[in-house]
Nanobody
């Protein structure tokens, strides 16, 4: 499975961005999909996850109420809508695919496939 993330950029604090991640698999709907981020000098951290089919969602406390993860299985795409962005949201954002489609899986090693990352920079 190959994942291609896009949509990053430079935005002012309080602004919004939508990230997209397209997967190259015919069985996309079977995968749980996640977004992670890594800020300079910090470890990669979990941001959000959406399970397969029913689309249960899970969020890191730091983004709850501001970020929304969604998926369009017809387009093999997962999205991350980011609103009310803060400078501390600045990071490279990665999408990831988990063949075990259900469950609250928030560790990096729960995911088998990773995209290349897209940079989000939030200026104050």
């Amino acid at each position: 499975v190959q994942l291609q993330a896009s949509g990053g950029g430079l935005v002012q604090a309080g602004g919004s961005l939508r990230l997209s991640c397209v997967a190259s698999t015919r069985t996309f709907s079977n995968y749980g999909m996640g977004w992670f981020r890594q800020a300079p000098g910090k470890e990669r951290e979990f941001v959000a996850r959406i399970s397969w089919i029913g689309g249960c969602t899970y969020y890191a406390d730091s983004v709850k109420g501001r970020f929304t993860i969604s998926r369009d299985d017809a387009k093999n795409t997962v999205y991350l809508q980011m609103n009310s962005l803060k400078p501390e949201d600045t990071a490279v954002y990665y999408c990831a695919a988990d063949p075990r489609g259900i469950g609250v899986r928030q560790a990096s090693n729960d995911y088998d496939y990773w995209g290349q990352g897209t940079l989000v920079t939030v200026s104050s």
